[in-house]
């Protein structure tokens, strides 16, 4: 199982970025979904997750800017962020609860990242 994330870049304060991660493999189904991110120096924290139901959890700190969705048909999770601030910088790592064909748990499969950059 792989997870692919794409749509990060460079962006100025106040701008908008849209990531998606794709899963792809031998899926049987995926539970939850995540995005996590790492700044600098920091550790890895939690941004946004969403269950295969729909049920949405946000740190404080993006709460109200950021929109976490999926599309269970796609094996698809996207990261809608708005009104970017510099504190925003990070990579940012897609996360998922995987199970695979023939009933296999995968757990904690985590995406390569992507970069996500916003100026003052």
């Known amino acids: 199982v792989q997870l692919q994330a794409s749509g990060g870049g460079l962006v100025q304060a106040g701008g908008s970025l849209r990531l998606t991660c794709a899963a792809s493999g031998s899926i049987s189904t995926i539970d939850r979904m995540a995005w996590y991110r790492q700044a600098p120096g920091k550790q890895r924290e939690l941004a946004a997750e969403?269950?295969?139901?729909?049920?949405?959890n946000y740190r404080d700190s993006v709460k109200g800017r950021f929109t976490i969705s999926r599309a269970n048909a796609k094996n698809t999770v996207d990261l809608q962020m708005n009104s970017l601030t510099p504190e925003d910088t990070a990579v940012y790592y897609c996360n998922a609860d995987v199970i695979r064909s023939g009933g296999y748990w995968q757990p904690n499969v985590w995406g390569q990242g992507t970069q996500v950059t916003v100026s003052s």
């Open positions: 969403i269950s295969r139901g729909g049920k949405t």
